[in-house]
């Protein structure tokens, strides 16, 4: 799906399934998956506990109110804690950390397999309300004198300071969200600069794409979308960076 790199700059890659309805999940839950999953993430699970904000709709006159909810989830991870599935009560994911395998090779069998497997134990036939594919790409350059324009095909930092400051950009961080014209596809785009070594640079390219399905689907056309949005992920990827970044991956 991506273009193949020898040296892929990627952090950290996710891949998440949210289901339409809560799952049961009680103490026993845990101990139950990892028997499943044991073979492939041998490590000792780890249960997190994830503070969840929900808007909730009132009535006309008043304002929205929002509610915070804790979330368990369950962190399977193999020995050296690079390849890791998260499962709670909701929410399925895969995720893999640097060095990188590939989607095709690595992500996509993970999730052939580990999402049935998952689903078995938490309910009977579920359906999924949206699919997700997150990037989190880390650039470095072996130089700190550069134009930003030579590396990314991005906005530009020369007319970000105020005309009444003279000065030199030191960091910066860019966030967008944007939604897609003809599809139930949102995107939030991350770009900014990162701590680096003396005479080097670094910068955070973070792509995450959130499909949201009209009416809940199974597990196989969850799937299904989830690499057609990997092929939309790679797309913005290769949009965004020049042939000198790509040099930087060889």
Known sequence: MRTKYRHPPIEEAICQFTLAQSS?????????????????????????????????????????????????????????????????????????????????????????????????????????????????????????????????????????????????ITGFFYRTGAKHNSSPLDLALNFASLAAPKDTAAFLLDIDLTYNFEEPVGANDAIAKTVEIKATENSIFESLITDATRELFK
């Open 24 to 168: 049961s999940w009680d103490s026993d839950t845990p101990r139950r998956l990892f028997e499943k999953f044991r073979d492939r993430y041998p490590a000792m699970p780890m249960q997190q506990q994830v503070l969840q904000a929900n808007l909730a709709s009132l009535p006309a006159a008043e304002a929205p109110g929002i509610t915070l909810a804790p979330v368990e989830r369950v962190v399977f991870a193999d020995t050296e804690n690079q390849s890791r599935l998260s499962v709670g009560p909701q929410v399925i994911s895969i995720h893999r950390a640097r060095p990188y395998v590939g989607f095709e090779e690595d992500m996509l069998p993970r999730i052939n397999y580990s999402l049935p497997v998952a689903l078995e134990t938490l309910q009977t036939n579920p359906t999924f309300r949206t699919v997700s594919v997150r990037y989190i790409n880390k650039i470095e350059i072996n130089t700190t004198e550069f134009s930003l324009e030579s590396y990314f095909n991005y906005m530009s930092t020369a007319e970000a300071l105020p005309p009444s400051f003279d000065g030199t």
